[in-house]
């Protein structure tokens, strides 16, 4: 995880899109990789903020992928109370190279229970960057944080990376929550539809307007309007035609119409979907 999140990001930031006249949400952010060494309530992330609210994006999903960025999470979900919310975890590829698994792993349970955390995640599975020999520790961590999930009653965000038939498995084996999203959806077609009979909300990021991501369109144009879900993945991913730049909760909008035009959908009509959606996986933001 580590030489993902450490990389160069000193990218130019992507122009703004033309704005959405309906509010709508991004259901993943990884907002303190925008400007990296910030404390939560710095003002920098008040400006992230306030520029995705210029182009109709007023609530973010703070992600954590480790116990110390977890902690950031929930403050920065309680220091910007009107349009913030945090999940916490322990990404896939951090879990089996940390110093003390079980003590971090304490730590996201005490997290889990703050009135702020609405999910737990990106959980998951990772084959891209993690060997065959650290892959048991991998899921190990995933079956304790669905574990968490269930009992504190909060959404479950999956991480899946060249891993899907046994994400899908080990969920069966261990029953999935309530509600579990698929962060960045990446699987094929058939995957969508095992997903969906399941019940799991897919949340497409900008890979969809990738020219290389067939697979992912017909997916999002597959999924029921009740299961779907729009994420930046920020400050990665950033959508056509900014391929490449950094990327902030604001290009949201972009994702969104592509994603539209794919499903045959009004953009305003669509926005307003994911809205709701949002808000009844993660709960009220404010």
Same mark, same amino acid.
């Given at each position: 995880?580590?030489?993902?999140?450490?990389?160069?990001?000193?990218?130019?930031?992507?122009?703004? $899109?033309?704005?959405?006249?309906?509010?709508?949400?991004?259901?993943?952010?990884?907002?303190?990789?925008?400007? @990296?060494?910030?404390?939560?309530?710095?003002p &920098?992330?008040?400006?992230?903020?306030?520029?995705?609210?210029?182009?109709?994006?007023?609530?973010?999903?703070?992600?954590?992928? &480790?116990?110390?960025?977890?902690?950031?999470?929930?403050?920065?979900?309680?220091?910007?109370?009107?349009?913030? =919310?945090?999940?916490?975890?322990?990404?896939? /590829?951090?879990?089996?190279?940390?110093?003390? =698994?079980?003590?971090?792993?304490?730590?996201?349970?005490? %997290? #889990?229970?703050?009135?702020?955390? !609405?999910?737990?995640?990106?959980?998951?599975?990772?084959?891209?960057?993690?060997?065959?020999? =650290?892959?048991d520790?991998?899921?190990?961590?995933?079956?304790?944080?669905?574990?968490?999930?269930?009992?504190? @009653?909060?959404? =479950?965000?999956?991480?899946?990376r060249?891993?899907?038939?046994e994400?899908?498995?080990?969920?069966?084996?261990?029953?999935?929550?309530?509600?579990?999203?698929?962060?960045?959806?990446?699987?094929?077609?058939?995957?969508?539809?095992?997903?969906?009979?399941?019940?799991?909300?897919?949340?497409?990021?900008?890979?969809?307007?990738?020219?290389?991501?067939?697979?992912?369109?017909?997916?999002?144009?597959?999924?029921p309007?009740? +299961?779907?879900?729009?994420?930046?993945?920020? $400050?990665? +991913?950033? $959508?056509?035609? /900014? !391929?490449?730049? +950094?990327?902030?909760?604001?290009?949201? $909008? /972009?994702? %969104?119409?592509?994603?539209? @035009?794919?499903?045959?959908?009004?953009?305003?009509?669509?926005?307003?979907?994911?809205?709701?959606? #949002?808000?009844?996986?993660?709960?009220?933001?404010?």
């Amino acid at each position: 995880m580590a030489d993902r999140h450490n990389r160069d990001i000193d990218r130019p930031s992507a122009p703004l $899109p033309e704005p959405l006249s309906v509010m709508c949400v991004d259901s993943h952010a990884h907002l303190e990789l925008i400007d @990296q060494g910030k404390p939560a309530n710095d003002p &920098s992330i008040g400006d992230v903020l306030a520029i995705a609210k210029s182009v109709g994006i007023d609530r973010v999903v703070q992600v954590g992928y &480790s116990a110390e960025q977890s902690k950031w999470s929930v403050e920065c979900a309680e220091f910007w109370s009107d349009s913030v =919310l945090a999940a916490v975890a322990l990404h896939p /590829n951090e879990a089996p190279v940390v110093k003390d =698994l079980e003590a971090d792993l304490k730590i996201i349970e005490e %997290l #889990a229970g703050r009135e702020r955390v !609405r999910a737990i995640g990106e959980t998951g599975l990772d084959f891209f960057r993690t060997p065959p020999e =650290l892959r048991d520790i991998q899921k190990y961590s995933f079956r304790r944080h669905i574990d968490i999930a269930k009992r504190y @009653q909060k959404a =479950l965000v999956i991480h899946d990376r060249d891993s899907h038939r046994e994400v899908l498995d080990v969920l069966k084996e261990e029953g999935a929550p309530k509600i579990t999203v698929f962060h960045c959806y990446s699987g094929d077609v058939e995957m969508a539809r095992e997903c969906i009979d399941n019940g799991y909300y897919l949340s497409f990021a900008g890979t969809v307007t990738f020219k290389n991501a067939p697979e992912l369109r017909e997916s999002a144009k597959l999924v029921p309007a009740d +299961l779907i879900l729009v994420e930046t993945d920020t $400050p990665f +991913l950033a $959508p056509m035609p /900014n !391929r490449g730049a +950094l990327n902030t909760p604001a290009q949201i $909008p /972009n994702t %969104l119409r592509a994603i539209a @035009q794919e499903r045959g959908q009004d953009p305003e009509e669509l926005a307003g979907i994911l809205s709701i959606n #949002a808000e009844r996986v993660f709960g009220s933001f404010r």
